[in-house]
């Protein structure tokens, strides 16, 4: 049983997801909180998998909230907003979160966004990826040469930049899907990084979220 928060400072909001989460099999709502102040209270005072997280709050916003709430718990977080500011979503990936999908998601996308990064798997809808790759490709291609890697490794790397799944990668370059996702563990361990996001950030940018290599 996968178990939810839900934070958002519309009650509205919150108690709408509590009921559409509530009727999913495998999930269990725990609770909602109004800002990220109480979110990080709760998540450290109770056994809390996933957290759907508002981004702008009062008290403390979600972005700050994640950055408490990965640093000290084993919660991963998704952020669920209706804004696709650039700014908020790289900042969200540094501090720590695993998904980031607009509010305006059918329950379906939202319940495979929880199980995916409960498989330690990254979620970004594609809409905000490609407003956010639009604004990053514009920046001079940053020299990726001292990071030591192979030209597979610059390849899947690439393909993931590029936003393509494990398969459609697999299929580009002719290897198997399990090679592919050995591939991205290896370079994860390699770089320090914990998920294929912030490969791709790192590919486009050279910067991990906000934060210089």
Not at 96 to 124: E, F
Not at 200 to 208: H, K
Request: proline share 2%.
């Amino acid at each position: 049983m996968t178990k939810i928060l839900v934070v958002d400072d519309n009650p509205f909001i919150t108690g709408g997801l509590e009921i559409i989460l509530a009727t999913m099999d495998g999930i269990e709502v725990l609770g909602a909180a109004g800002n990220g102040a109480e979110a990080v209270t709760f998540c450290q005072n109770h056994e809390v998998d996933v957290v759907l997280m508002d981004v702008r709050m009062p008290v403390m916003d979600g972005v700050e909230a994640t950055k408490e709430i990965t640093a000290t718990t084993a919660t991963k977080v998704i952020i669920l907003t209706t804004f696709d500011d650039d700014a908020f979503i790289l900042k969200a990936i540094e501090n720590g979160a695993k998904g980031y999908l607009l509010k305006n998601n059918d329950p379906q996308t939202i319940r495979h966004a929880i199980r995916s990064v409960m498989q330690n798997q990254s979620i970004i809808q594609d809409e905000i990826w490609d407003k956010v790759k639009t604004s990053l490709i514009s920046e001079t291609k940053p020299d990726l040469s001292d990071l030591g890697l192979t030209a597979r490794e610059m390849d899947v790397m690439k393909a993931i930049a590029s936003g393509l799944s494990n398969k459609e990668i697999a299929k580009n370059l002719f290897i198997s899907e399990g090679t592919v996702a050995n591939n991205i563990s290896a370079l994860l361990g390699k770089l320090g990084l914990d998920h294929r996001t912030q490969l791709a950030i790192l590919y486009l940018t050279g910067r991990v979220g906000g934060g210089e290599m």
